[in-house]
């Protein structure tokens, strides 16, 4: 067990150190300062174990951890070349190393690699002194080896580009000694060597040179000015050696920093103490303020913990008989949270299609901050209502992804803010916002804008006439959204639908191609599609009815009298009938439908206009007044009849009426009898009974006669003709069912009777009839048409019948009313209108 337990954990380290090689992997380069752009420092394919080319396929990427982007690299050749001029005092100061962090970026898979770049120091700068002239007065009993501190030159480059040397011009009495401490500083002191005798000599002029140790040696001097003063023999004494302070770096100008005192057992004017810095660099004088009076020393600039974290300085107390002494100040720095994070952009994807797959990269960014601690960690976030989320994945790189289906019909882009916060107190937040543009794939079909289409055209039409348009909309854009109408194929009454209509592949309008007839055809369906033009495309289909109008094309026809006919229609009247009798019924029909088919009948020219009238709804023609001997026997009338459309049309029929005298009047009164109330007395009733038996004993003794006598003076050359009765054709056009009297049309259930008389009516034949009907005694009601029940021998009245025979059975296989024969159409409303036998009334319904 415990040999499988330590296998495990050498397992898991030899895992640990391969993520940590592979996630740390890090190149270190050096260059030198001041080297111009372009300098070529390295090629970084033979260290990436990369091949030519594929650092511009990965997408390789250098990211300056600085400020300022000093190098660049190439990646088609993979040289890491100088992209600005490099100063390496200016970048660090006198911190040594000096290195500038740069990381190379490679995606896909990605990659980074640490570079390290030590920027090595030149010889670039002189050895300087603060002032140069130095002032001296050293009292004239300084006993000699008594030291005498001097200002130590500055010379920004280090090591051997450093100060070497200092040498100090040829006198007898004062050498140089430099003493060295332990942080590499060197402090400089003239040293007595010879006695001072000021009555012999009160002023020393000397030269200090301060030698580098570059190649070539750069140099520095000062003048040293010695004033040879009276004895003052007590140097300044500072409280303490060393002084701390600590300030935070955003502490305002004019704070107190530090105070520094000193103290002088002298009096007088060697008592006098005047406090200065003492070899202090120039970013001291710029950053703090000394009062030489007081010792305080004050904020005079603007602190950075960034560029340094602490200052060191020392503070020199000098009396007034020209003694000094020096202290140390050491000011820490404290770390504020003064910097935002900064979110740096590597590469992003856009336009993203729309049907990306989930975990698409969309962005790769890094979030750094400048302040440490707490105050430099960061964190990073976008909206939470995006279709996008973060990935983190090391050194503080992040990955934008898809999270969720895009759809460009809803949103064609996104704004995306990415917050970065740092942990410190108060917390700083700084944004970037990306703009991801979303391109379309064609993901939706052409919707049409309603489900059908309803279009209306009159008939007789122009052909390729517009009779609308249909229109569809596509969510997608450009070719996507593109649409080309069509018909699918068809049929129209037997014909195809391209014959009929055709559509306009990009307006969507519809034409109809030929003239329509709405008495053919009255509406009829086409199916028309919608295609975008997108890969692959997708349709919509929507059906669309075109409606037929009707119009004023057809005029109206006369079924009843027609006029078409050979033969006049002739109409008989009895000369008895009183106003308002109805002579008979004029019928049309119209093709057309609706308010165009509605029909009005105008009598528009008589005889005696004042004669007739005819009923302008239904066509019927009757009496205005009683038929007087002044009245011609032959009326002829005009009529017109008129549809309803717009403009109107009209047809006119020629109607002959005849008025005929010979028809018994008791017989019209009885048929007017037959109309009202038979409730009688019994004393009516007998009278009535012997009335109609004297009269049916006196008819037969008359017909008897009257056929005796005919017989005996019959021409044998004259012939009994029946003209048969003409009617008119029937018209396959006309339907069966005419409508009603509103319409002109004829109603079936409006019944006739029709009376026929063998030969014209110019012949001389004549028959008598009983001067009232015969009724039956048990049956008031009898009908008019009934025949009375006598026999009928005579050979020529059975030889007149035949043709009645005939016509009879004409026109019962017929419901359309005829004319044109010798006879007449009788209303069994009114009777009969015509003087004819009982036993030739016809009947047809």
Known sequence: MNDIFRT???????????????MCISFRYSVPEEKKKGFLVANVLEDLKLGTGELSARRAQLVSKSTKQYFHLDTHSGNLLINDKIDREALCGQSDPCMLLSEIVLQNPLNIYSIEMKIEDVNDNTPKFSKDKFDLEIPENVPTNTQFLLESAQDEDLGENSIQKYMLSPNEHFRLYVESNEDGSKYVHLVLQKPLDRENNSY??????????????????????????????????FTQTEYKSRLKENSPQGILVFKVEATDLDFGSN?????????APQKIYEL???????????LSGQLDYEKETSYSMSIRATDGGGLSSHCKVLVEIEDVNDN?????????????????PLETLVALFSVTDRDSGDNGRTMCSVETNLPFMLKSTMNNYYQLVVQSPLDREKISEYNITITAVDQGSPRLTSTRIINVQISDVNDNPPVFEKSSYEMQIRENNIPGLLIGSVHAA??????????????????????????????????????????LDYEQIKDFKVTVRATDGGSPPLSSEVTVRVVIIDENDNAPFFLYPLQNSTS????????????????????????????????????????DPGLFSIGAQNGEVRTRRALTERDTSKQRLMIVVRDNGLPPQSSTAMLHVLPVGGFSDPYMKAVEVSKEEHEEDGTLTLYLVICLAAVSFVFLVCIVSFAALKICRRDPRESFIAAPPHFPPARPDIPENCGDSQSGSLSRSYHYDVCLTGGSLSSEFRFLRPLIPVFSVGDPNLNVNQTPPASQDIPDALDSRKPMEQARASLSEDSAPRSGAPGCIVNQATGPNMNCGQNDWLTYQ
């Open 288 to 298: 703090f303020s000394l009062n030489e009076i007081n010792g305080e020393t004050t």
């Open 568 to 607: 006049p229609c002739n109409e008989l009247v009895p000369k008895s009938v009183e106003a308002g009798y109805l002579v008979t019924k004029v019928v049309a029909v119209d093709g057309d439908s609706g308010q165009n088919s509605w029909l009005s009948y105008e009598l528009l020219k008589a005889t």
């Open 340 to 356: 935002v994070p900064e979110v740096s952009i590597i590469s992003i994807t856009s336009p993203l299609a729309e049907d990306s």
């Open 474 to 515: 596509d969510l997608d854009t450009e070719k996507n959204a593109k649409i080309t109408y069509s018909l699918l194929p068809g049929k129209v009454t037997g014909g195809l639908v391209a014959s009929y209509i055709s559509v306009n592949s990009e307006s969507g309008n519809l034409y109809v191609l030929r003239s």
């Open 8 to 22: 495990m954990k050498g397992l898991y380290l030899l895992l640990f150190l391969f993520v940590l090689k592979t």
């Open 204 to 237: 020393f002029g000397l030269t200090l040179m301060a030698v580098d140790g570059g190649m070539p040696q750069r140099t520095g001097t000062a003048e040293i000015n010695i004033n040879v003063l009276d004895i003052n023999d007590n140097s300044p004494q």
């Open 271 to 279: 008592a006098q103490i005047t406090y200065s810095f003492h070899q």
